[in-house]
């Protein structure tokens, strides 16, 4: 049987072009009521996030720089007051030994004593190296706005990654204050790939989601705003303003306080040596 001939190829009627069904343009749904709150609160949480971890950056850089200038003052001043008050307890002790009753001569002693163990308390064991000022990079700062705006526990609801936030954020402070910037990258990748990172569906519940960390950024940025006010108030950024402001104009504020207590440290050694010099 001899094949069947093809079917010619169709040809447009007179005065027609051939045209191809054209697809329906798709129409866009309109979005709900819920799904608009949720664009705005989705914008207002972020601009408010981006706030907080500005403030969390100038937070935790004023924490380390009166950590590192707390150290540097410990380090070269309050050793030496510590050594100072150490030979003035042992003048005291003497002082008590020499004359065991006079009550007055042994409370002296006593005071003394107790105020060399508080200083040598307070001022540690002197650092084998010097200690360093803080000094934060830009990519440093970079890195901790980052992991402020995604991991911090102010952030969330849910308790069980709030304790890992809470832990992480611990983590991140201290790798910024020890500049370990490597560390800082880690502890955001991890948590970035971590089950806790994958959100829910759902305008509704996201909604909801979303207005609790606007909530909480707020309540967080007020946070912030006390705590940076405590340490604006404090004993040692009220000396590392004076030391910075006089470091300024040439004067070195903690040069002289360690030349005047190096002063006394002789004076008491000298006294304590040569009980002749205790009656001057």
């Given at each position: 049987?001899?094949?069947?001939?093809?079917?010619?190829?169709?040809?447009?009627?007179?005065?027609?072009?051939?045209?191809?069904?054209?697809?329906?343009?798709?129409?866009?749904?309109?979005?709900?009521?819920?799904?608009?709150?949720?664009?705005?609160?989705?914008?207002?949480?972020?601009?408010?996030?981006?706030?907080?971890a500005?403030?969390?950056?100038?937070?935790?850089?004023?924490?380390?720089?009166?950590?590192?200038?707390?150290?540097?003052?410990?380090?070269?001043?309050?050793?030496?007051?510590?050594?100072?008050?150490?030979?003035?307890?042992?003048?005291?002790?003497?002082?008590?030994?020499?004359?065991?009753?006079?009550?007055?001569?042994?409370?002296?002693?006593?005071e003394?004593?107790?105020?060399a163990?508080?200083?040598?308390?307070?001022a540690?064991?002197?650092?084998?190296?010097?200690?360093?000022?803080?000094?934060s990079?830009?990519?440093?700062?970079?890195l901790?706005?980052?992991?402020a705006?995604?991991?911090?526990?102010?952030?969330?609801?849910?308790?069980?990654?709030?304790?890992?936030?809470q832990?992480?954020?611990?983590?991140a402070?201290?790798?910024?204050?020890?500049?370990?910037?490597e560390?800082?990258?880690?502890?955001?990748?991890e948590?970035?790939?971590?089950?806790?990172?994958?959100?829910?569906?759902?305008?509704?519940?996201?909604?909801?989601?979303?207005?609790?960390?606007?909530?909480?950024?707020?309540?967080?940025?007020?946070?912030?705003?006390?705590?940076?006010?405590?340490?604006?108030?404090?004993?040692?950024?009220?000396?590392?303003?004076?030391?910075?402001d006089?470091?300024r104009?040439?004067?070195?504020?903690?040069k002289?306080?360690i030349?005047?207590?190096?002063?006394?440290?002789?004076?008491?050694?000298?006294?304590?040596?040569?009980?002749?010099?205790?009656?001057?």
């Amino acid at each position: 049987m001899a094949p069947k001939a093809a079917d010619p190829p169709a040809t447009a009627k007179p005065g027609h072009a051939a045209t191809e069904p054209s697809a329906k343009p798709a129409v866009q749904r309109p979005a709900t009521p819920e799904e608009q709150e949720l664009a705005r609160k989705r914008e207002e949480q972020a601009a408010l996030e981006g706030e907080l971890a500005e403030r969390e950056l100038r937070c935790a850089n004023l924490r380390a720089e009166l950590g590192a200038f707390e150290r540097q003052y410990l380090h070269f001043v309050g050793s030496r007051y510590a050594e100072l008050d150490e030979w003035k307890a042992r003048l005291a002790e003497r002082l008590a030994r020499e004359q065991p009753g006079n009550e007055r001569a042994q409370e002296v002693a006593r005071e003394a004593r107790a105020r060399a163990h508080e200083t040598k308390s307070t001022a540690g064991e002197k650092a084998e190296h010097e200690p360093r000022a803080f000094e934060s990079t830009p990519e440093m700062k970079r890195l901790y706005r980052d992991v402020a705006k995604r991991i911090h526990p102010d952030l969330t609801s849910d308790r069980n990654d709030r304790a890992r936030r809470q832990q992480l954020m611990a983590e991140a402070n201290e790798a910024y204050e020890r500049g370990d910037q490597e560390r800082l990258a880690k502890i955001l990748t991890e948590y970035e790939h971590s089950p806790e990172a994958v959100q829910g569906e759902g305008a509704g519940a996201e909604l909801v989601r979303v207005i609790r960390r606007v909530s909480q950024a707020r309540s967080r940025l007020a946070e912030i705003e006390a705590e940076m006010q405590e340490l604006l108030r404090s004993d040692v950024y009220q000396l590392k303003s004076r030391v910075d402001d006089a470091d300024r104009t040439g004067h070195d504020i903690l040069k002289e306080m360690i030349s005047k207590v190096d002063e006394q440290i002789v004076l008491a050694r000298q006294r304590l040596e040569n009980p002749r010099e205790q009656s001057r």
